[in-house]
């Protein structure tokens, strides 16, 4: 008793697409903020430098969550109902 095999269409899920562009742009515009908070380290000073270690990189990361949790999920109409 074999199972029909399933073929799979692999589109790009909206969500990934989401996940992918939100974490390209903020990387993009971290890099910005970074050329001028590199020229006046003031702006950022108040953060002990292992906290500015650890929050700098979870900024483009947390954005990247949300943008794919908000974003809508790709429907796969070629899985049969039971693993959709």
Known sequence: ??????TYSRPVEAK???MTLTSYFVGVAGMAILQVVADDPS???FLPDWVEAIVLPLVP???AA???YKAKHTPRPDLP???R
């Open 81 to 83: 109902a039971n693993r």
């Open 66 to 68: 949300l943008a794919g």
């Open 16 to 18: 990934v697409k989401a």
């Open 61 to 63: 990361t947390g954005l």
């Open 43 to 45: 702006l950022i000073s």
């Open 1 to 6: 008793m074999h199972a029909e095999p399933v």
